[in-house]
């Protein structure tokens, strides 16, 4: 067989150059994107974050008979949320994993709810609003009976 007539299966030095090039553009590019491109529905997931917390909360409290407030502020923005347990006395605060912030939907009444197991009531009921920095928001809704759901829009009636 004539030497110029083989073709050679390996790559040019040129070729693997370019293809490297390419590729470590392609990575930088993904690399430096906005956040914002791959967290469409961080209060959404954060929203149901949030539920499936005060669903662990209601449980304990039920289980372990403890009653216990919920402190969710009326008038201003709030970066946690926090729950004390009655009977010995124990804080727990919920603290988002993005920048979320929290606050009692449409509400004039105290920022503190109560909740008995006894009666598995949370009195007064809530929605939760949770807001990013971008101003999107979702809503966490509990109600009288201590049932916990998110939704996109609070229900009527809802407090």
């Known amino acids: 067989m004539n030497r110029n007539n083989r073709r050679s299966a390996a790559f040019t030095l040129v070729e693997v150059l370019v293809t490297l090039t390419i590729v470590g553009t392609l990575a930088g590019a993904v690399r430096f994107a906005p956040v914002s491109l791959f967290r469409r529905d961080d209060t959404k997931a954060e929203a149901q974050h949030l539920a499936r917390w005060l669903m662990g909360i209601i449980t304990i409290s039920n289980q372990t008979g403890r009653a216990f407030t919920l402190d969710c502020p009326g008038n201003e ?41 006894r009666w598995n009531t949370l009195t007064p009921a809530l929605t939760i609003r949770v807001a990013n ?27």
């Open 77 to 117: 923005s709030r970066e946690t949320l926090s729950v004390v347990f009655q009977s010995p006395r124990e804080e727990v605060k919920y603290v988002p994993r993005g920048k979320c912030s929290f606050r009692r939907y449409n509400s004039n009444a105290t920022a503190e709810s109560f909740y008995l197991p």
């Open 133 to 159: 920095a971008r101003g999107e928001w979702h809503f966490v809704i509990v109600s009288l009976y201590g049932r916990v759901r998110t939704d996109s829009f609070p229900s009527a009636g809802s407090s």
